[in-house]
């Protein structure tokens, strides 16, 4: 029985049914259209080669189509990774935020100290009698001199900020409509938003909306049509295939 450990290793898991296979990388890389350095980071189960991560789980399951392995248990085992990896993050910042909490409440302190000596001295100067001071001028000595009249308001008035209307969202400029000759799979990434997957089976169609591009993922190249604006978009790759587009 595999431990938490193994059964969260994507990577090795892959491996060692290429090696079983005696399949090379060079080999995945050819059938797959995917990067010999994507797919040696996937093995080595390294973040700093991996593809973009809206396109990963696509690229997990390219490979494991081209050694014979479950694309679904890849995928699986991959998101077990992503969090067991969470939580050891987790559990090393936790040190970390017992020190800030303390941090925190010494500033709390501080703050409150500081609010009590301010207090006094006001308190203080409140209940101190008032000491008038009197100066010698034209009309005698001990007049009190005069205070200088307040200020005109319109003088000091300051003109209020115009207020700004916020921009209105920009229009959508892009229509894609994609029909599936086959049955695939398609990752679709809408002006740099959230990626969305779809499986499409053979006759079924998808229709999308965007402002500015599409990033698609698609796991079969030769069983979709695309059309941008009501114009063909020509799809490079054959049956099979993955492929990815960046449109327009």
Do not use: C
Not at 47 to 70: H, I
Not at 92 to 103: D, I, T, V, Y
């Amino acid at each position: 029985m595999e431990s938490s450990s193994e059964q969260a290793s994507f990577g090795r898991y892959l491996q060692a049914i290429r090696v079983e296979k005696r399949i090379s990388l060079d080999q995945v890389a050819e059938e797959t259209r995917i990067a010999v350095r994507h797919l040696e980071a996937i093995d080595r189960e390294d973040p700093q080669g991996y593809p973009p991560d809206a396109f990963f789980r696509g690229f997990l399951r390219a490979y494991a189509k081209a050694v014979g392995a479950d694309g679904d248990e890849a995928v699986r085992r991959y998101d077990a990774h992503r969090r067991m990896s969470r939580e050891a993050e987790d559990i090393g910042r936790q040190p970390e935020q017992a020190r800030s909490g303390m941090r925190w409440k010494l500033v709390a302190a501080l703050a409150l100290l500081l609010t009590l000596i301010v207090g006094s001295i006001v308190a203080w100067q409140w209940l101190s009698p008032p000491h008038i001071e009197t100066a010698a001028t034209a009309d005698g000595p001990g007049a009190v001199s005069p205070e200088p009249p307040p200020a005109d308001s319109a003088q000091t008035r300051r003109a209020a900020p115009p207020t700004l209307k916020p921009a209105p969202p920009a229009a959508l400029q892009h229509i894609l409509t994609v029909s599936a000759t086959e049955n695939t799979w398609i990752k679709v990434v809408t002006d740099q938003g959230i990626p969305a997957e779809y499986n499409l089976k053979a006759g079924e169609h998808l229709k999308l909306e965007a402002r500015s591009t599409f990033n698609l993922l698609i796991g079969n190249a030769g069983g979709v049509k695309l059309n941008l604006n009501n114009k063909p978009v020509n799809v490079p790759g054959k049956r099979g295939e993955v492929v990815n587009l960046h449109l327009p």
